[in-house]
């Protein structure tokens, strides 16, 4: 089994049998680290349709150096919202190779939808101006077990 499609697997069924209330804050979701350049961040993976679709929700704070990743079976449009969300965030619309494709900063409580400029496999959602502050734009790679290529091929590994 590739690496990329084993992580994802173990990270789907670690993920399976969590079941939160609709309105508590989802805090046990499994971590993973992810690089910014020369910044780490400790994020909680959404892997599920009912963790993506919790996301953030509900949440009073977050630590600076913590997010979300949202993990998506597929590429595609994405699109987020802030419905239940207390937290002012920025998403990052990130394609397969970690290469960050827009960000867009959200408003708690809306439902303003801020899409992807085009199909990405996953978003990462960090406090508003986290990115901003650290000189992070459009076009700027993240790194972690997610975005790894395939050596063999130079690709992302499925």
Known sequence: MKPLASF?????????????AQDTAQLDLPRIK?????YLVDAQVAATP?????GLMFRRQM???????FVFEQVGQQCFWMKNT???LTAAF???????????????????????AKPVRFVLEMNRGW?????IKAGFKLGGPPFKPDPKNGTIAN
């Open 8 to 20: 994802f697997l173990t990270l789907t069924l670690l993920c399976s049998g969590a079941s939160h």
């Open 34 to 38: 992810l690089t910014a350049g020369m």
């Open 131 to 135: 990115f901003a502050r650290k000189g």
């Open 94 to 116: 990130v394609a397969e190779d970690g290469t960050i494709v827009n960000l867009a900063d959200m408003t708690p409580q809306s439902t303003d939808s801020h899409c992807s």
């Open 63 to 69: 630590p600076q150096a913590e997010g979300m990743l």
């Open 50 to 54: 009912g963790q993506r679709s919790t």
């Open 86 to 88: 207390l937290l002012p």
